[in-house]
């Protein structure tokens, strides 16, 4: 793979950055080969380290004229994945500067910094930015957002597969979801019925929970039982379970969730009137069904 570090220097934001690359690499293999990509932009070694709070790394020089990309050992395939595409977003970007010396140095929360809060400092700034490029890298957004709109039901069985696809791990691919899909989503991660974060689209309201506070009780999440690899069917719960404002909280939400391994549950819900009345005919369908048969 050939790429023109030339022809990338102007381009200072993420997403002209994944522009500049694309431009370069029309037919991109997917998954993006990303260790591909960076080894065509100077980055001469990927190690992977052990080393507990890191997740990845950067060492270079003043000039940026060559890197190398350090990644935790002990992290999956698909999340060093991801940590390559973080780092080199680090690389490639002018602006972007260590704190100290020539060396980032990016922990698993950096991983997961997003937003778009002016009032970030230029840090946070930055590692915001590289998890941007590294999403936008990794999952190419007309891609992508031709994978979703080619979807009869763009639910929890589609991310887990474009999840396969991107080979990205679920938390890239849940929050690229929740950034390109037209139906306002979020997704939900928890563990031992304790939430541990949430990602969501610009059109989805605020979901006030903190890290260990407990799942909801009238969630989906919390009364779904099943066994691992188990995905629940989408159903209309009451928005007050999952937000606060109005008028959001008066109306229903639909959800879904997945049973991972050790406790870990990912959860889908979504704002889609039609699909909430559908959902409740569904039940109301149910319910009528039973007398009937028993009077038979
Ligand atoms: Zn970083």
Redo the contacts with the bound molecule.
Sequence with gaps: MEISRMDLADLGSPETLVQGILKQVPDMPIPVPIEAIARAVDITEIAAIGASGFE?G?ITDREKSEGVILVNRESSRRRQRFTIG??L??FLIPSHLPQEGTK???TVS??QESGTSKAMDRATR??VE??RFSGNMLMPATLFRHDLARSTAPDLELLLGLAEKYDTSKEAAARRFCELIDTPSATVFSKDGKFVYAVWGQSFPFIPLRRDEPIPNGSLTARFSGSEGDLSNMDAVDGHWWVDVKPYCDRQLLEQTFLQINGYRLTLLQLDEEEIEEANEEDDLAESYTPRFRRR
């Design positions: 990845g950067l973080h780092e977003a680090h980032f140095m990016c950096d991983m930055m590692e590289a998890n």
